[in-house]
């Protein structure tokens, strides 16, 4: 079991990963899925169509999480 706030190095080392907003599970799947999650990549590891964003350039999110709807 590996708690990590770090989306990046959690799915590195992990086999198997949960995303978990606002405690509760709200993706799991193979490490090497979730990485190419389209919404894991926007919002846990800050990327999009244009590469890594910088936490300077992002005003406010936004697109909603889709699973928040």
């Known amino acids: 079991l590996l ?18 907003e606002s405690g509760r599970v709200v993706m799991d799947g ?13 919002f846990y590891l800050g990327m999009s169509e244009e590469g890594r964003k910088s936490f300077r350039d992002v005003r406010s999110y936004r697109r909603r999480k889709r699973w928040l709807s």
């Open 30 to 42: 193979p490490a090497a899925e979730l990485r190419e999650n389209p919404d894991v990549k926007e």
């Open 3 to 20: 708690a990590e706030q770090n989306t990046n190095v959690a799915l590195r080392f992990a086999s198997y990963g949960y995303i978990l």
